[in-house]
């Protein structure tokens, strides 16, 4: 079934460790987003990338980073992880502009 | 983006018609109307989307006032496995610099019941 890949599913990490959340989708779209979603404060987003080769930040992008060498993959990066960083993490795809998002099942990610 | 309010929480039984109301009155006229839906411990699920003209498929419809002040997504016949957070999120066309991002406000409770 074609759609949305992330891992791992959830993750309990020690502060100041570094983690990789990795999404992979085989829909060929052109654009993947990572965002974040706390309770009470929905899902915001951390970066994106339009195309295989570009990154943008952002409303949240501090402490995380991004890179999409090709179509299919758009890793998320924690350099040293943070208590703040406790979240469950979402990765989504659209064939850009005003196509719908496809989101995958998410990361669920403790920092102790 | 406009900003949508939605009452935060319903009950529908199963089988019947569930209307989900929003409101996004300060709408702007390139800004379409998009509905997600989020199921325990999954990811936002895309339901539809519109500008002014009703839209159907086979999730649900979208009914969208003549103003665009308002609208209402329609699930025909609710099942159980239509419990979620439904979203409804106003977008403004051709936005790329932001990186076309959902703002997800804190959306509808929907309680399918037997």
């Known amino acids: 079934i074609a759609g949305i890949t992330q891992a791992p599913t959830s993750q309990i990490l020690a502060a100041g460790r570094r983690m990789t959340l990795r999404c992979t989708q085989d829909?060929?779209?052109?654009?993947m987003y990572w965002y974040r979603q706390d309770l009470g404060l929905g899902l915001r987003l951390i970066h994106y990338?339009?195309?295989?080769?570009?990154?943008g930040k952002g409303e949240v992008p501090d402490g995380y980073s991004v890179s999409r060498a090709n179509t299919d993959d758009f890793p998320l990066t924690l350099a040293s992880a943070v208590p703040s960083q406790t979240s469950v993490y979402f990765c989504?795809?659209?064939?850009?502009?005003?196509?719908?998002?496809?989101f995958g099942d998410g990361t669920r990610l403790s920092i102790l | 983006d406009a900003k949508t309010t939605q009452p935060t929480s319903m009950d529908c039984a199963e089988g019947r018609a569930a209307n989900l109301p929003c409101n996004h009155s300060?709408?702007?006229?390139?800004?379409?109307v998009y509905w997600y839906r989020q199921i325990h411990s999954q990811g936002p699920q895309y339901i539809i989307h519109?500008?002014?003209n009703n839209e159907t498929n086979e999730m649900a419809s979208l009914i969208i006032t003549e103003d665009r002040k308002s609208s209402t997504l329609i699930l025909p016949h609710a099942t159980l496995r239509d419990t979620a957070v439904y979203y409804c999120?106003?977008?403004?066309?051709?936005?790329?610099?932001?990186?076309?991002?959902?703002?997800f406000g804190g959306g509808t409770r929907v309680l399918v019941k037997p």
């Open positions: 989504a795809s659209s064939d850009g502009g005003l196509s719908p998002q496809h």
């Open positions: 829909m060929r779209h052109n654009a």
């Open positions: 990338s339009n195309t295989a080769g570009t990154t």
């Open positions: 300060t709408i702007s006229g390139n800004e379409y």
């Open positions: 519109g500008l002014k």
């Open positions: 999120i106003v977008r403004v066309a051709g936005v790329k610099a932001a990186g076309n991002k959902l703002t």
